[in-house]
């Protein structure tokens, strides 16, 4: 048995679950971005007042249990969106949409028109604003160059990552690593 977990967007997020889950004495198999595997030792389902208490000591750190396939298949859109920004390989050049069909074993037709219908954004426009905040945070540490930071996230260009960045945050790049104030940047959760 699997339960599906909203705004789990990195392995801290995985380490506050699993801590949830020993307090409360519950046995799983694995937990990934997303998602608790129970395996058979919870049997079919959880028992409602432990499905409760679970869905509480969750949304006491953010967290919430997903409960339909559409909720579901966005949570799953977002962690490939997530999964490709941190794992972009310049020499493949895979594009955004052939991942996340390769991951989700769906059409990128499907996904893209109902994460529209259910966002409000298209996964485009999502990708672009997860991948800025990634900007953000590596101008932030000032370990990296602008030109490194295009690289690594996959930009074809330092000018490109400054326009689609001004576009978004209204600020250059090298303006914004001069300000240093995390403030201004957003939790990838809250995309």
Do not use: W
Not at 51 to 68: C, P
Not at 159 to 166: E, M, N, T
């Amino acid at each position: 048995m699997k339960i599906y977990i909203k705004n789990m967007v990195c392995d801290r997020c995985c380490l506050a679950v699993a801590e949830i889950l020993k307090n409360r004495g519950l046995r799983y198999a694995s937990i990934d971005l997303g998602e608790i595997d129970f395996s058979d030792y919870q049997g079919a389902r959880l028992p409602e007042d432990v499905e409760a208490l679970l869905r509480d000591d969750l949304e006491a750190l953010g967290f919430s249990i997903l409960g339909d396939m559409k909720s579901k298949l966005i949570e799953a859109i977002k962690k490939s969106c997530l999964d490709y920004i941190q794992h972009i390989d310049v020499a493949d050049k895979k594009v955004l949409s052939e991942h996340i069909s390769r991951a989700i074993q769906l059409e990128y037709n499907y996904l893209s028109h109902l994460f529209s219908v259910v966002e409000g954004i298209t996964i485009e426009q999502y990708f672009i604003r997860l991948r800025v905040e990634k900007v953000k945070e590596l101008l932030v540490y000032g370990e990296m160059a602008l030109g490194e930071i295009a690289f690594q996230l996959g930009y074809s260009s330092v000018a490109h990552l400054s326009g689609q960045f001004k576009k978004i945050t209204g600020l250059t790049p090298s303006y914004f690593r001069t300000l240093k104030d995390e403030k201004l940047r957003s939790s990838l959760d809250k995309l």
